[in-house]
């Protein structure tokens, strides 16, 4: 059972340096928590490739997210949503900020293509009965549609908070359930999602 809504307490932490993002995020499983979305999940590294280009660091990495969290839709029987994305990262080394910058386009917010599940469990899996409730942007501009909310201006006021420049930075913590926590800062304005991982196994 994954309890939801409940943030560790983290110990003080070690930054990353840059070598560190390639070392930890290898390719693997890692369980995950995230205060900002009051969710828990899976994240899986499916590839991760750093190189040079023109003197600058590149990481690539292609990831797998299941998370899962009180339903957005308040209405529904099912308590709980369960979120699949799958994504293609390209992030560049800063060494000023001493962290990873990337940038999130109005073309990829516009081509997620996300799945949401309808659950009555808390499971990082998709269950025998979980409910298919379709693309992540659909749910939920119909679930402010039913909630009488204009869902065309809340998707507008959505994308323009998370469509621009991002920094990635993460350190370790050492908690007891985790053991690196993660902030992506959305840079102009004050949009900080924070995420903690634990490493469940690797990937040759």
């Not at 390639?22 to 995230?34: D, L, N």
């Not at 009051?38 to 190189?51: A, P």
């Not at 292609?62 to 529904?76: C, E, G, I, P």
Request: net charge neutral; hydrophobic share 35%.
């Amino acid at each position: 059972t994954i309890l939801i809504g409940v943030a560790p307490a983290w110990a003080e932490n070690r930054p990353f340096k840059r070598e560190d993002y390639e070392t930890y995020f290898a390719k693997g499983r890692f369980a995950s928590f995230s205060p900002f979305y009051q969710s828990t999940g899976v994240l899986e590294v499916l590839s991760s490739k750093s190189y040079q280009l023109a003197g600058a660091s590149i990481l690539e990495q292609a990831t797998r997210t299941l998370d899962v969290s009180v339903n957005y839709d308040a209405k529904s029987s099912y308590g709980y949503y369960k979120i699949i994305t799958e994504v293609a990262d390209r992030m560049i080394w800063n060494d000023r900020l001493n962290a990873y910058v990337y940038d999130y386009t109005r073309q990829q917010y516009d081509a997620d293509t996300s799945k949401v599940w309808e659950s009555k469990n808390t499971r990082t899996e998709i269950s025998a009965d979980d409910r298919s409730a379709g693309d992540l942007h659909r749910f939920y501009h119909d679930v402010d549609r039913r909630a009488g909310l204009d869902a065309n201006q809340t998707d507008r006021i959505f994308r323009n908070e998370v469509v621009g420049t991002w920094v990635w930075r993460c350190d370790y913590v050492h908690t007891a359930q985790y053991d690196v926590r993660c902030t992506a800062s959305r840079q102009g304005n004050a949009r900080v999602e924070t995420f903690f991982y634990h490493r469940l196994d690797l990937v040759s």
